[in-house]
């Protein structure tokens, strides 16, 4: 595998699941990344910023005109990490 397709081992300080984002990343996704918000981890994370101190999060099964899940922004401590050891 080359280098522009692996990886990376650190996680960026804002990250999207939305491919449509600007901040969406293919490489660090395909990694099991995991979210600690206030110490609680939490699987239906949209998008975070680290830096800023927020997540989005699904508010249920709540969609937009356009098909796409409704977003709450919650403030607090954001702790991301890589649920899986980065492959050697």
């Keep these: 595998m080359n280098e522009k397709n692996e990886a990376p081992d650190q996680l960026p300080d804002r990250l999207s699941v939305d491919p449509q984002s600007p901040y969406y990343n293919e490489a660090v996704l395909s990694r099991d990344v995991g979210i600690r918000f206030k110490g609680v981890e939490k699987k239906n994370v949209e998008e975070y910023c680290v830096s800023e101190g ?3 999060v699904t508010a249920g099964n709540a969609k937009d005109r356009f098909g796409n899940p409704l977003t709450i922004k919650v403030h607090g401590p ?3 990490y890589f649920k899986d ?3 050697a």
């Design 54 to 56: 927020w997540i989005r």
């Design 78 to 80: 954001v702790e991301p």
């Design 85 to 87: 050891e980065p492959k």
